[in-house]
């Protein structure tokens, strides 16, 4: 994948951040519950929800979750969309699964590290800067999920960038780092950082990726302060084209994958583990929940029969997928033991 300069970024990472202008004094998020009578309780609940998809921006006005459903299963994240909500017009796959895995606990070494938090934007984007993210679509066009998609999105790194610190400018930052990258050559004629998931069985991918430039909230005179722009490699695939039947298997069966980011020579950018364990279960809630009535209510709604119950309840609670969304447990409180 070809770098994209600094002036283009914001748009490859609409998803993830905003550009460089000021931020707003009420965010949009606030939409979400401005309606609801118990912000408190319900402002936690959606933006969980959200932050189960790669593609939501918690920052945004991002709906009330009218046929959509998510969950967290041990290490993995699904979110699901009904046919209407996707609306893909005339080339109809029907309904969207996503299903995410992480990287969370990234490494650094020659060639770049990961931002420590005190780095990264504080805001409701800061989840998504600190963890790379491989995400698997599936979609439905015979009713029943298939692999049309896989995305990675690495957490935000520091590169070594030679004489950066020279930059006038946020955007001349980012146009030295993207020179830098683009200027790894390999022997096989690719160019940029190598980016490697491997399981049991070796190497299970490997692309090469430019990456683009960070955009986040932070302003142009705080990116000048830390010396720096923050950088991620994003990769795509379309698996209904090229299937990666290795990888799919691995992931399947539970597999701790690693993941590898690396200049030529070997010099390590980034490195990681990513885990599975739930994948399986994950797929099939997420299936179910696209056929579950409930899907059609807005999340609150949904989850008004629950306002009173503890979070003890959710322990043992027998609900349709589509009220899953409604458990009030952050993913640690789900794994840890009762």
């Not at 933006?47 to 993995?76: K, M, W, Y």
């Not at 364990?277 to 299936?287: H, I, K």
Request: charged residues 20%; hydrophobic residues 40%.
């Amino acid at each position: 994948m070809r770098h994209v300069r600094a002036g283009f970024a914001c748009l490859a990472l609409a998803g993830l951040a905003a550009c460089d202008a000021e931020p707003p004094k009420v965010a949009a998020a606030d939409k979400v519950v401005a309606a609801s009578e118990h912000r408190g309780a319900d402002w936690p609940l959606m933006l969980a929800h959200c932050l189960r998809s790669p593609n939501c921006d918690p920052a945004s006005d991002f709906g009330q979750g009218i046929g959509e459903a998510s969950n967290t299963i041990s290490e993995v994240n699904w979110f699901a969309q009904s046919k209407d909500v996707v609306k893909e017009g005339a080339q109809d796959y029907g309904a969207a699964i996503r299903v995410s895995l992480y990287g969370l606990r990234g490494q650094g070494g020659k060639a770049g590290r990961p931002l420590t938090v005190d780095e990264t934007e504080a805001s409701l984007r800061g989840a998504n800067a600190r963890r790379s993210t491989l995400t698997v679509e599936y979609r439905t066009p015979s009713g029943k999920p298939e692999a049309y998609g896989l995305t990675f999105w690495s957490a935000q790194v520091n590169l070594p960038v030679p004489n950066v610190g020279t930059a006038k400018s946020a955007e001349a930052m980012a146009d030295m780092t993207a020179t830098y990258v683009s200027a790894m050559k390999w022997p096989d004629g690719s160019q940029g950082a190598k980016v490697e998931i491997t399981g049991k069985a070796g190497v299970l991918y490997s692309a090469y990726s430019d990456g683009v430039a960070a955009s986040d909230i932070t302003r142009t005179r705080e990116k000048m302060a830390r010396g720096f722009t923050p950088w991620v490699f994003f990769i795509p695939r379309n698996l209904r084209d090229e299937p990666l039947p290795q990888l799919m298997a691995a992931i399947d069966a539970g597999e701790t994958l690693g993941l590898k980011i690396t200049a030529p020579g070997g010099d390590i950018i980034l490195a990681d583990a990513i885990y599975t364990g739930g994948y399986a279960s994950a797929l099939g809630e997420a299936t179910q929940s696209l056929a579950d009535p409930a899907l059609a209510k807005p999340v609150l709604e949904r989850c008004t029969r629950f306002a009173s119950e503890k979070p003890e309840f959710w322990k043992i609670a027998d609900v349709t997928p589509a009220l899953r969304v409604c458990d009030p447990r952050t993913q640690q409180q789900r794994i840890s033991p009762p």
